[in-house]
C-alpha cells in the first residue's frame, strides 16, 4: 500500500509538472506570435510587395516614361529621357547613401560577376522581353517531338525555373538598376561584368541595350562598383570590329569613373574584356588583333587592354595562347559540363596559364537548371543543395589561388545561375523553385562570406 502511495503520488507531480511546461511552452509561443511582423520574410508566398516603396518609386517613373514615350517618339530622345529620370533618381536617394555605405560590405574588385540587361516589360518597355523566352526544340527530331513548345507567358508563366524577387522587370527600370546595384555590392562583389553586343545589335531573343550602358555606370559609381564588358558572340565577329568595338567601348564610356581597369603586374591599368565563345573564330583571326606583328594589331596602342577567351574544352588551351589573349575563364555553372568547368581540371589549367604568363580566371555558380527553356536538358541540371553546391565552386577555386574569380550569375535567369534574390511563387501551371529554408538574399550573403575569405587568404598568398 505505501509504494502505491508513493507511486501516485510521483504521478501527480509528473503530471502537474509537465502541465506547467506546456503551458510555459504555449505562453512563449504566443509572445512570438505576436512580436512577428505581418509581412515577414516569406510571408507573401508571390513575392510581391516585398519592396513597397521600390513599387511606389517604379510606378511613378513608369508614368513619367510613358508620358514622354507619347511626347517624343525618337529613339536618342527617349534614352536621354531615361537617363535623366535615373539621374534625379539618384539625387533624390543620395543622401542617405553614405549612411548605407557604413552598412554594405566593401567591394571586392578581384570579384567579378556576370550581369545581363536584357530584361523587359509593358511598363518600360511596350512589351515583355526575354522573360517570354521560347522553349528551344532538341536539336534531334525525333528527341524534340517529346517535349513541349511554344513560348512562356509572363508575368505568372516566366521563361526561368525560380522567380525574381523583383517579379518579371524590365532592365531599364531606375528603381531595378539600383536595387541591383545595391545587392552586388551587399554580397562583396566589385566588377560587374555586363554582358554587351554592339549598337543596334542583340542576342535573338532580345533588343539593343548599349544605350543603357551610361545607367548602368553612374548607378554603379554611386555604390562604387566598377564595370567591365562581357563581349557577346555578336554577327561577323572578327579583328576587325573587334577593334572598332573596343574603342568605341573605350572612348565612349572610358573617361567615366565607374570603368574599370585592372592593375597588371608591370603597373599598367589597362581595360579588361571577357570574350564569350571565343573559340568560334579560329586563332589566326584573334592574333592578327591580339598580338604585336598582327596586321590589326590593338596592342601598344591607346586601347590595348586585357582580352580573356573563354575556355570550354582542353585544347582551347594552346588555341588561347596562339592567338594573343592575355587568361581565359571558365564561365559554365555545371560542374563536369566542359572541361573548363570541371572543378577537378582548374588546377592543370591554372599550372599552364602560370607556364605561359596568361591570367586563369574559374567562374563558379549557385547551381544550373535551364529546363524552362531547354526542357529535355535535364542531365545538365546542378542541384544548389542549399549553398553547398556555391560553397564546393568557391572551395575549388580558392584551391588554385586565382588572381580573380568570376560568379555565373547575378541574374541569368534562364540558366539557373543567378544569386540574384528569388521568392516562392505557385500559379495554376507553375511551381517555381525557391532559395528555401533560406531567405531570399541567401546566395549574396554567401559571396559576402566567400568574398572576405578569398580576401584574407589572399593577403596570405602575398606574404
Same mark, same amino acid.
Given at each position: 500500500i505505501l509504494n502505491y502511495d508513493i507511486m501516485a503520488r510521483f504521478r501527480r507531480r509528473t503530471c502537474i509538472i509537465l502541465l506547467l511546461f506546456i503551458l510555459f511552452?504555449? #505562453?512563449?509561443?504566443?509572445?512570438?506570435?505576436?512580436?512577428?511582423?505581418?509581412?515577414?520574410?516569406?510571408?507573401?508566398?508571390?513575392?510581391?510587395?516585398?519592396?513597397p516603396e521600390l513599387q511606389q518609386r517604379t510606378v511613378l517613373l513608369d508614368s513619367k516614361q510613358n508620358s514622354l514615350n507619347r511626347i517624343q517618339g525618337d529613339t536618342v530622345t527617349r534614352v536621354t529621357n531615361l537617363r535623366s529620370i535615373a539621374v534625379n533618381t539618384m539625387k533624390a536617394s543620395m543622401s542617405p547613401v553614405n549612411k548605407m555605405e557604413e552598412e554594405l560590405s566593401s567591394p571586392n574588385y578581384n570579384f567579378h560577376i556576370f550581369y545581363y540587361t536584357w530584361y523587359g516589360n509593358p511598363q518600360f518597355d511596350g512589351k515583355y522581353i526575354h522573360w517570354n523566352h521560347p522553349l528551344l526544340p532538341h536539336w534531334d527530331p525525333k528527341i524534340a517531338n517529346n517535349y513541349p513548345k511554344g513560348r512562356?507567358? =509572363?508575368?505568372?508563366?516566366?521563361?526561368?525555373?525560380?522567380?525574381?524577387?523583383?517579379?518579371?522587370? #524590365?532592365?531599364?527600370? =531606375?528603381?531595378?538598376?539600383?536595387?541591383?546595384?545595391?545587392?552586388?555590392?551587399?554580397?562583396?562583389?566589385?566588377?560587374?561584368?555586363?554582358?554587351?553586343?554592339?549598337?543596334g545589335m542583340a542576342d535573338e531573343n532580345g533588343e539593343p541595350t548599349d544605350d543603357l550602358v551610361p545607367v548602368i555606370l553612374d548607378y554603379a559609381h554611386k555604390y562604387n562598383l566598377k564595370v567591365t564588358f562581357h563581349i557577346e558572340p555578336y554577327k561577323d565577329r572578327d579583328d576587325r570590329s573587334m577593334y572598332h568595338n573596343v574603342k568605341y567601348i573605350i572612348d565612349k564610356y572610358g573617361g567615366h569613373p565607374a570603368f574599370y581597369r585592372h592593375k597588371t603586374s608591370t603597373g599598367r591599368f589597362l581595360p579588361l574584356f571577357y570574350v564569350y565563345d571565343s573559340y568560334v573564330t579560329i586563332p589566326e583571326i584573334w592574333a592578327n588583333l591580339l598580338t604585336v606583328s598582327g596586321s590589326q594589331s590593338i596592342r601598344n596602342t591607346p586601347y590595348d587592354?586585357?582580352?580573356?577567351?573563354?575556355?570550354?574544352?582542353?585544347?582551347?588551351?594552346h588555341d588561347i595562347h596562339r592567338s594573343g589573349f592575355d587568361g581565359m575563364y571558365t564561365y559554365f555553372a555545371t560542374n563536369g559540363f566542359s572541361y573548363g568547368s570541371s572543378h577537378h581540371n582548374w588546377a592543370s589549367l591554372k599550372a599552364f596559364c602560370d607556364s605561359n604568363n596568361l591570367m586563369f580566371i574559374p567562374s563558379v555558380g549557385p547551381g544550373y537548371i535551364d529546363t524552362s527553356i531547354r526542357p529535355w536538358n535535364n542531365h545538365n541540371t546542378r542541384n544548389r543543395v542549399n549553398g553547398?553546391? &556555391?560553397?564546393?565552386?568557391?572551395?575549388?577555386?580558392?584551391?588554385?589561388?586565382?588572381?580573380?574569380? #568570376?560568379?555565373?550569375?547575378?541574374?541569368?535567369?534562364?540558366?539557373?545561375?543567378?544569386?540574384?534574390?528569388?521568392?516562392?511563387?505557385?500559379?495554376?501551371?507553375?511551381?517555381?523553385?525557391? &532559395?528555401? =529554408?533560406?531567405?531570399?538574399?541567401?546566395?549574396?550573403?554567401?559571396?559576402?562570406?566567400? #568574398?572576405?575569405?578569398?580576401?584574407?587568404?589572399?593577403?596570405?598568398?602575398?606574404?
Open positions: 511552452i504555449c #505562453s512563449i509561443m504566443m509572445a512570438l506570435k505576436t512580436l512577428r511582423p505581418d509581412r515577414a520574410g516569406f510571408g507573401d508566398p508571390f513575392g510581391l510587395g516585398l519592396l512562356h507567358n =509572363p508575368p505568372e508563366d516566366i521563361g526561368a525555373n525560380f522567380y525574381p524577387e523583383l517579379g518579371s522587370y #524590365s532592365s531599364k527600370d =531606375p528603381a531595378v538598376i539600383e536595387a541591383h546595384m545595391k545587392q552586388m555590392r551587399s554580397a562583396s562583389t566589385g566588377v560587374i561584368v555586363l554582358s554587351w553586343y554592339p549598337p587592354a586585357l582580352f580573356i577567351a573563354l575556355l570550354v574544352e582542353e585544347r582551347h588551351k553547398k553546391y &556555391y560553397e564546393t565552386a568557391f572551395s575549388a577555386a580558392l584551391l588554385v589561388r586565382p588572381e580573380i574569380i #568570376s560568379i555565373t550569375s547575378f541574374n541569368e535567369w534562364h540558366e539557373g545561375t543567378q544569386i540574384e534574390k528569388a521568392v516562392p511563387k505557385r500559379t495554376g501551371q507553375v511551381v517555381y523553385l525557391d &532559395y528555401k =529554408p533560406h531567405k531570399p538574399n541567401i546566395y549574396l550573403e554567401l559571396t559576402q562570406k566567400w #568574398s572576405e575569405k578569398y580576401r584574407k587568404e589572399q593577403e596570405q598568398w602575398l606574404m
